[in-house]
């Protein structure tokens, strides 16, 4: 037996749910099929279970695609503020941290109760623990064939997201579909990851796992950022990797300022003036916590006298390391911990209005799967909300 639908959406995600909650809204017979058994993981998870849903500083500035206009109609036809309505609609309480950024005062549950109970006003048929076996174009729309029987249906739209967190059922398929029909996807890798240490200099920092201060870390080709640098078991994280790692291509050194609000050889050269008997490791507890400061020592080579008999090299050493630590990581942690992935189905073949592919009429993509990342605070989920509501007006 073949079930018709207007609009199939694959992946009962972010994106996917906002996109069949919009089709549904407009009228459409939609229906959504996702090979887990609950809709929304990621969702749950998100933000600490708070879910960071958007940002309320949102600017096209703040993504990474090959194609750097791309995301901003989406993004203006449905903005955070919309988003934010929605939320006060269902009666969500919501807070704004840092940045702008906004999370639910309760839990990450209830932004997924919101998308689910929208899909359900517009009718949307929900299937879990379904698999998708083919896809073949038809002359009018396309015919799926899964796991519970072949599905006809007008419009498609993949939703199937990135690769990050395999366990939480993401998969290669939304890239391969893509390829099917002909369209390009860009090389992909984890984006939003921690790094981990090179073996040398994880000896020296391993020790001070749980340590986080505030830093400024730049890959060479993005912008700096300044929050926290966390110190863990494998390397460094906090929102200060993150950020720089969407930008750090395999191999490169990131920049990292310890301190980036102290001016490290002007304070030296002060305190040498002042407290010329004060000992390297006492001035640097000043700044750092205590065990941070004696390995800084150990690890640079720097010699633990008193300021006034630091000779040159170690005078120009310390603010270079201090303010401008080239710091060239092992690697990444991979998809096991990557928020998102970077790269995807090239944005050059669709529509940046609709999210339709340019050369197979009624074939979406939304979210994730497509070569737009964003960075951490929010952006990510408001470009499944923008990049699935523009392709629900369409599908
Ligand atoms: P997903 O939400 O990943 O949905 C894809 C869906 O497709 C899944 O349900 C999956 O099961 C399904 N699927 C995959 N393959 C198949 C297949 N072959 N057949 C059927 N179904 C399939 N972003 C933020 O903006 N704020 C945050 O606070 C935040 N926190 C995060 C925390 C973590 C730990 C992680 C991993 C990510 C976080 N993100 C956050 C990023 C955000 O979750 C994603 O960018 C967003 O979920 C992408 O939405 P999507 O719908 O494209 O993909």
């Given at each position: 037996m073949t079930v018709q639908t207007d609009v199939l959406v694959i992946g009962a995600g972010a994106a996917g749910l906002m996109c069949a909650a919009t089709a549904a809204a407009r009228g459409r017979r939609v229906m959504v099929i996702d090979h887990a058994k609950q809709a929304g993981k990621k969702i749950l998870i998100s933000g600490g279970g708070r879910c960071n849903f958007t940002n309320l500083y949102l600017e096209p500035a703040n993504y990474l695609c090959g194609n750097r206009h791309f995301v901003k109609s989406a993004l203006a036809q449905y903005t955070q503020w919309d988003f934010i309505d929605m939320v006060v609609r269902h009666g969500i309480a919501y807070h704004e941290r840092?940045?702008?950024?906004?999370?639910?005062?309760?839990?990450?549950?209830?932004?997924?109760?919101?998308?689910?109970?929208e899909c359900d006003n517009g009718g949307v048929q929900l299937r879990l623990r379904t698999e998708v076996e083919s896809v073949s174009k038809l002359d009018q729309g396309f015919a799926v064939a899964t796991s519970i029987g072949r599905i006809q249906c007008q419009s498609l739209v993949v939703a199937t997201g990135g690769l990050s967190m395999p366990k939480l059922g993401a998969s290669a398929y939304g890239y391969r579909l893509a390829e099917q029909f002909g369209l390009m996807v860009l090389p992909t890798r984890a984006g939003l990851v921690p790094f981990t240490l090179q073996p040398q200099d994880k000896l020296h920092f391993e020790p001070l796992s749980g340590i986080s201060l505030t830093a400024t870390v730049a890959a060479r080709r993005g912008p700096a950022f300044t929050e926290q640098l966390l110190i863990t078991h494998r390397g460094v994280s906090g929102p200060s990797v993150l950020q720089a790692s969407n930008y750090r291509q395999p191999g490169e050194a990131v920049s990292v300022d310890l301190l980036p609000s102290v001016d490290v050889a002007e304070a030296l050269a002060q305190a040498r003036q002042a407290h010329p008997k004060r000992q390297l490791q006492t001035w640097l507890s000043e700044h750092f916590p205590a065990r941070l400061a004696e390995t800084l020592i150990a690890y640079h080579g720097w010699q633990n006298l008193p300021l006034g008999q630091l000779n040159k090299a170690t005078l120009e050493a310390?603010?270079?390391?201090?303010?401008?630590?080239?710091?060239?990581?092992?690697g990444d942690e991979g998809y096991r911990t990557a928020e998102v992935t970077l790269g995807g189905v090239d944005t050059d073949q669709l529509s940046s209005k609709t999210m339709e592919c340019k050369t197979v009429p009624g074939l979406f993509f939304v979210g994730e799967v497509m070569d737009?990342?964003?960075?951490?605070?929010?952006?990510?989920?408001?470009?499944?909300?923008?990049?699935?509501?523009?392709?629900?007006q369409n599908a």
């Open positions: 840092d940045h702008g950024q906004l999370f639910c005062d309760d839990s990450a549950k209830e932004i997924v109760k919101m998308l689910l109970a310390i603010p270079a390391q201090l303010n401008r630590w080239q710091l060239k990581p092992g737009v990342t964003g960075w951490l605070g929010g952006f990510n989920f408001q470009w499944a909300w923008s990049s699935g509501y523009v392709a629900g």
